[in-house]
């Protein structure tokens, strides 16, 4: 089973609320990624955790907060996004940081109004 | 700073006629090329993981080889089904942890 399970398929929020985005794996993975996806456009690393803790941020707005709360989870708090933060947000996990392929989840399609 | 680059930006086939797709790459020090596949809307899925010079990797219609500097995804005989954006990334070493960096994609469309 190479799984990762996101929620909600889709988010719509105002530029005002709080909100998160969740994902798991059930793979015994130990590295867990959030990227951004624009359209028609590669994905972009934001978040690297590996065994549970944040080992690479690149240099994300702080609107943004990754959150580990064990092995297979993975979160994603949003606090007064803009407009231009819409976009498709997928996670991804592998078995270690190194030398591994990642598996991606479908993606939340966050829409920022 | 580790580049990839994809070619054809798009490529559209009719179904059964056999192509390839291009990823080059600059890097220092390859960990491993990565090919996904992308649907509308959906996930990167993954494809394959190629490590070294002269490797190979098949799955059903789909081939992957790797050079020193690029590598290649053919695709024997089309079908609809394979239409979607392939993406090929490069892995790459960053503080001690891996990270992918992607090409732009070529977008496939096999008509029947």
């Known amino acids: 089973d190479t799984e990762v399970t996101q929620t909600p398929k889709h988010l719509v929020m105002g530029m005002t609320n709080k909100k998160s985005l969740k994902c798991e794996q059930h793979m015994g993975h130990r590295a867990m990624y959030w990227y951004k996806q624009k359209a028609k456009k590669p994905p972009e690393l934001m978040f690297v955790?590996?065994?549970?803790?944040?080992?690479i941020n690149e240099s994300v707005p702080s609107r943004f907060s990754p959150e580990c709360p064990n092995s297979s989870l993975l979160n994603l708090h949003l606090h007064a996004l803009q407009p231009e933060d819409s976009a498709l947000y997928l996670c991804a996990s592998s078995q270690s940081g190194q030398y591994t392929e990642a598996f991606f989840g479908q993606g939340t399609r966050l829409t920022v109004v | 700073e580790d580049q990839v680059t994809q070619s054809p930006e798009a490529l559209r086939l009719q179904e059964g006629e056999s192509s390839s797709l291009n990823c080059s790459y600059t890097v220092s020090g390859l960990r491993g090329l990565f090919w996904y596949r992308q649907d509308p809307g959906k996930g990167p899925e993954f494809l394959f993981t190629?490590?070294?010079a002269g490797e190979e990797k098949e799955k059903e219609r789909l081939k992957a080889t790797l050079t020193k500097k690029e590598s290649f995804l053919h695709i024997t005989a089309p079908k609809p089904e394979d239409s979607a954006t392939y993406l090929c990334?490069?892995?790459?070493?960053?503080?001690?942890?891996?990270?992918?960096?992607f090409g732009k994609g070529t977008m496939l469309l096999v008509s029947p």
């Open positions: 955790y590996s065994y549970e803790k944040l080992s």
């Open positions: 190629l490590y070294s």
């Open positions: 990334a490069v892995q790459a070493y960053n503080s001690g942890y891996s990270t992918l960096t």
